[in-house]
Nanobody, 115 residues
Framework: QVQLVESGGGSVQPGGSLRLSCAAS????????MSWFRQAPGKQRDLVAR???????DYADSVKGRFTISRDNTKNTAYLQMNSLRPEDTAVYYC?????????WGQGTQVTVSP
């Protein structure tokens, strides 16, 4: 029912920045929690950051101080601003939306950080 489309991934050098976007097919006013996850090949999918409708945020320890999650309810879009990127940030990043008791996933966008 809810469709999420990520964009903004790409290849950057260490120390660079990217901003990921997640466009939702439903008003963000209806979404309690927007989250970003990431998964590298051969590894589990881990939570990177999440933000509630009230603006409360959580971040993985590995990205605290470097990544910022935000949401624009008017534009039905969530964002992940990623600064000071490191090679270990390389992964496919997935947007997740929690609506009532349901969760929805985007298709993922590749982020590659390498010299």
């Amino acid at each position: 029912q809810v469709q999420l489309v990520e964009s903004g991934g790409g290849s950057v050098q260490p120390g660079g920045s990217l901003r990921l976007s997640c466009a939702a097919s439903i008003s963000l006013f209806s979404i309690y929690t927007m989250s970003w996850f990431r998964q590298a090949p051969g590894k589990q999918r881990d939570l990177v950051a999440r933000i509630t409708s009230g603006g409360a945020t959580d971040y993985a320890d590995s990205v605290k101080g470097r990544f910022t999650i935000s949401r624009d309810n008017t534009k039905n879009t969530a964002y992940l601003q990623m600064n000071s990127l490191r090679p270990e940030d390389t992964a496919v990043y997935y947007c997740n939306a929690a609506v009532l008791q349901f969760e929805y996933w985007g298709q993922g966008t590749q982020v590659t950080v390498s010299p």
